[in-house]
């Protein structure tokens, strides 16, 4: 499907809450076919027996990605204690442990994971070792061993315990986490903290950075509004620089917005706070021109320029 000057395609973020099966790649295949367009990406990968919150950006959105992979995450978690994992999910091989905590054990040692923690990640996970994927090594037969690495623990909360069954009790989590945290390796380790073992049974993400799962659309609904063509998901795009609330917005005149879709340096005159991180560029009709950063004395250089020189002309 060609798109012409006057229809640009589709540029956007979809939030699509991801079932329980397909990969993140899958989803984003998915999305590529119903809106005709190659120019797709996702925003952090869940696991295929993971649901919830996945960002995906379409089109001129796809620019934005990097901005939002550091975002934090928030999860619910299900954690089943009693045993081991080998892939420490539900997915992995079972090894029964003689011991099991008790609900206030649990709670008491919960405190102790908030904040930055170390954390080793899973030996089956996609991380390279000289090379290769930790997974196929794991699989191989290899031992693996992973570096540990800094995260941060913002909130861990006990929701529910279950101990209908008294050697394999169940406890539900809501986390809250920086990028990069792995909920398999935090089971792991609550487990092997209580004297234990523990291993995740089910995950879904809750929030991903300011996205959050009240937002998120069923992959039913996706492909319902795209059956009479890809058109029908442009009312269900967020613009593109929807959580990116961080970058000040500046306005530009329309002679600013031609010299940005040329990557020229700007001295907006509607002025911009110092000390941002970046900005966000703004035409006098409220889209989004382009990412850019503080070149000094009162000028911002364009980093990403999503107008296109003609489309100002």
């Keep these: ?64 990605v ?18 081991s994992s080998t892939t420490d999910d539900l997915e992995g091989e079972l090894t029964p442990s003689e011991r099991v905590p008790d609900r206030a054990s649990l709670e008491a040692m919960l405190p102790s994971f908030i904040g930055p923690i170390l954390q ?15 997974y196929a090594m794991a699989r191989a037969g290899e031992t693996v ?15 529910a315990w279950d101990a209908t069954d008294a050697e394999r009790p169940i406890a539900i989590l809501d986390v809250a986490c920086s990028a990069g945290t792995y909920i398999r390796a935090l089971a792991r ?27 998120a659309i069923a992959l039913d609904d ?18 593109i620089d929807d959580g990116l609330d961080r970058f000040p917005a500046v306005a530009l005149t329309a002679a600013e917005v031609a010299a940005v879709a040329r990557g020229q340096f700007v001295r907006p005159t509607a002025g911009f706070p110092a000390g941002a991180e970046r900005y966000r560029l703004v035409t006098p009709h409220g889209a989004l021109a382009a990412i850019a950063t503080d070149a000094g004395t009162g000028r911002l250089a364009p980093d990403k320029v999503l107008v296109a020189a003609e489309a100002v002309a």
């Design 1 to 64: 499907m060609a798109h012409s000057s006057l229809d640009p395609g589709l540029d956007g973020i979809l939030m699509i809450d991801k079932p329980i099966g397909p990969t993140s790649h899958d989803i984003v295949g998915l999305v590529r076919r119903l809106a005709a367009t190659k120019r797709v990406g996702h925003g952090g990968t869940l696991d295929p027996f993971a649901s919830g919150v996945l960002p995906v950006f379409l089109g001129k959105a796809t620019r934005v």
């Design 66 to 83: 990097e901005f939002h992979l550091a975002d934090r995450k928030a999860y619910r978690a299900t954690v089943c204690f009693g045993a």
């Design 120 to 134: 080793r990640p899973p030996a089956y996970s996609a991380i390279k070792v000289a090379g290769r994927r930790a």
């Design 145 to 159: 061993e992973l570096a540990e690495r800094a995260v941060t623990i913002h909130g861990l909360e006990l929701q």
């Design 189 to 215: 380790d609550l487990g092997e903290r209580l004297g234990s073992a523990a291993y995740l049974g089910a995950l879904r993400r809750t929030a991903a950075g300011t996205f959050d799962e009240t937002m």
């Design 222 to 239: 996706v492909r319902s509004a795209a059956a009479g063509g890809a058109d029908g998901l442009r009312p269900l795009l967020r613009p």
